[in-house]
């Protein structure tokens, strides 16, 4: 994986060299393996000036006439050469790409491409992502299989074309701004830009701390500073900026026959999800946490590299909540891997938080990441760079217990009342307690979106601490910021569309990406494996949700592949922290005094009386407001890490 950068001026000013070179220096953890930039001209009148090692041969003034500079930082994973270095160009120097991400068809378009006669001077997917743009432009897209965000400059039609993938695995920021285009992997890099004045985006607060949203528009929490959202592309042309989406769920993808729909169509895809994966040529590992997702994954592997030794790496907590020991070392036993686990320690983990939120450049909604940080940097102290996961399954196979409540809601609405009474029982059954998100999801269904919101807000007890003026200054967001997408016909089809768009996907990719990329390592996702992705959209619900279980063609595909003890497991843990103990016991004395502090006191999002009332309160059990407390804790470090 790698790292971008790039500044395009659009005011016949030259290009801010030493801008460029920070922004792509500030990169390194996402690419130590190489480094460089190319300094380019409009319609290529100008020999382009590339320098691979920054800082050392940096051109002292250059004229106008190179108003375009592209940066990249590269983590060697395919082709690990000098022919892998970029920015890349092409035969005549005048189409040139930096590209951060993997497609793993790249060996098929590869030969699709020689067959229409185009050579090649590298085996890295990069270039054959610059030659698949020269031969079929912005349409290339959709026949690229993986995650890849990137930058073209087309000096033929001085043009700049950026792009990111389906889901958004992999990130793209902007800024726009005094005739400038500036665009990096990470925020941080366009943070490099001394004219920016540093502001929070108070609306995007609000939906942090209200409606547990990020990652859910093209706004970020740094006012001013966008992001490409995922399946679209960016065209600049003429000095004017174009936005358009390549890719979405529409409700056209939602309708396979039945019959299409077997065990046996999903294990073919799985499995070639998971062989496309394995492409590197560097050592490749998996985490483990012991749910179905990942534990499909490394069972898959095993299969695919039946010689080979497989590593594994787990997070596991003394805490018999979050404790997924056993599943995980039936897998390893199972699947004969070489398990590496980790338990994060929680006091150390906070006392780390303003390095990680650097890396992680926008607050985070729980601990869990926190884990996930750990797990990185084991992976990485083991020497592996490529790592699969398990990210997706979840939002694809509707493995989250509140989907139950949209599959029960199209039920009623459809008239099918015994239906829905079976499932509920048979869910109950299964899980001995419904799950709080059944009934908000089933709420949702059915009611009013106005009436879910207010009731929500009181729910959650966002009135024990919020300030009124702040609340009140954005609270017209409830509405449509709680809304899922109602483009479809069912409760479920618009959660599910949801799920992937705004409400979960985003965010765990976000953080995955940072987590990983902080530590120089490629977390790879083959549920999100494009052919994968429009198989899983088009099942009917009963594929996914019956008899009270979820991830049905899943547990059916694999039954013979998995450890029984997980293939028929039905609690969801997820990758879970002690977070109630961490936030109550052993991090309180510091929370405590965090609260009570002057900068804290006066961000105006709460009132911070009311709120060491309510903390209080929480610590003592009376009542459930972690999520929110978490909220509070790492927006003010965030605060203090980036605002000084």
């Known amino acids: 994986m790698c790292g971008i950068a790039g500044i395009v001026q659009l005011n016949k000013v030259p290009v801010d060299v030493k801008l460029l070179e920070a922004m792509t220096r500030s990169l390194a953890h996402r690419g130590p393996d190489g480094q460089g ?46 022919l892998g270095s970029q920015p890349m160009s092409n035969e005549d120097g005048r189409v040139w790409i930096t590209y951060n991400g993997e497609v793993y068809n790249y060996l098929e378009i590869r030969r699709e491409l020689m067959a229409l006669g185009r050579r090649f001077q590298s085996m890295t997917d990069t270039e054959v992502v610059l030659q698949a743009y020269e031969e079929w432009g912005s349409s290339c897209l959709t026949r690229l299989n993986g995650m890849f965000a990137f930058a073209i400059w ?16 992999k990130p793209f920021y902007y800024r726009v701004s005094a005739g400038r285009l500036a665009f990096a992997s990470e925020i941080k890099a366009l943070l490099e830009d001394p004219s920016l004045r540093r502001s929070p985006n108070l609306p995007i607060i609000y939906d942090f701390l209200v409606l547990s949203l990020q990652d859910h528009t093209d706004e970020t929490f740094f006012d001013g500073i966008k992001q490409l959202r995922p399946g679209h592309f960016m065209l600049l042309e ?27 169509t999903f294990t073919d895809l799985f499995q070639e999800a998971v062989r496309i994966h394995l492409r590197s040529d560097v050592p490749v590992g998996s985490c483990l946490s012991g749910g179905l997702d990942s534990s499909s994954i490394v069972c898959t592997m095993r299969q695919q590299l039946p010689s080979h030794a497989v590593q594994t790496f787990s997070a596991y907590f003394n805490d018999p909540i979050c404790d997924e020991r056993p599943y995980i070392h039936a897998v390893v036993s199972k699947a004969g891997t070489k398990s590496v686990e980790v338990m994060p320690d929680g006091r150390r983990l906070y006392a780390e938080m303003p390095k990680i939120l ?7 909604a729980g601990t869990s990441y926190l884990a996930q940080w750990e797990l990185m940097r084991v992976v990485a102290e083991h020497g ?71 009731a929500r807000f009181g729910f959650k007890r966002h009135s024990l601490w919020i300030d009124p003026n702040f609340s009140a200054a954005y609270k017209s967001r409830d509405r449509t910021g709680l809304s899922y997408d109602d483009k479809f016909a069912g409760a479920l089809a618009g959660h599910t569309a949801s799920y992937l768009h705004t409400h979960s996907l985003p965010a765990l990719l976000h953080h995955e990406d940072r987590s990983s990329m902080a530590f120089s390592v490629e977390a790879r996702l083959p549920f999100l494996d494009s052919q994968l992705v429009d198989f899983l959209l088009s099942l009917p619900a009963e594929r996914k949700l019956c008899q009270g279980q979820s991830k ?56 911070s009386t009311q709120l060491r009332h309510a903390y209080e309160r929480y610590c003592r059990g009376e009542i459930e407001i972690g999520a929110s407390v978490w909220r509070w804790v790492c927006l003010e470090l965030w605060h203090r890490r980036f605002f000084y």
Not at 358 to 364: D, N
């Open 358 to 364: 650097w890396a992680q450049e926008e607050p985070f």
């Open 384 to 454: 592996v760079k490529v790592l699969l996961d398990g990210q997706g399954g979840d939002e694809l196979l509707c493995g989250y217990p509140g989907y139950w409540g949209s599959y029960i809601g199209d039920l009623c609405r459809a008239g099918s009342w015994r239906k829905a009474y079976d499932e509920v029982r048979a869910y109950h059954r299964q899980q001995a307690r419904i799950h709080p998100t059944v009934f908000s999801n089933f709420a949702r269904a059915i009611l009013p979106s106005q009436l879910i919101a207010s």
């Open 37 to 82: 930039y190319a300094l380019l001209s409009c319609h290529g009148k100008r020999r382009p000036i590339v320098v691979r090692n920054i800082g050392t041969e940096c051109p002292q003034e250059i004229g106008p006439e190179y108003p375009v500079g592209l940066g990249h930082r590269r983590l060697a994973v395919l082709d690990l050469s000098p």
């Open 238 to 264: 003429g000095g004017r900026i174009h936005i358009e989406e390549w890719w979405g769920i529409r409700q056209r993808d939602l309708q396979r026959r039945p019959e299409e729909c077997t065990s046996t």
């Open 154 to 169: 087309d000096g033929r039609h001085n043009r700049l074309f950026c792009a990111r993938d389906r889901l958004g695995m």
């Open 552 to 607: 049905v063609i899943l547990r059916e595909a694999l039954m013979d592949v998995l450890p029984s003890v997980v293939s028929q497991r039905t609690d969801k843990v997820g990758f879970a922290t002690p977070q109630d103990r961490w936030l109550r016991e052993t991090l309180r004395p510091e929370l405590e005094l965090l609260f009570r502090s002057s900068e804290f006191e006066q961000r105006g999002y709460w009132n």
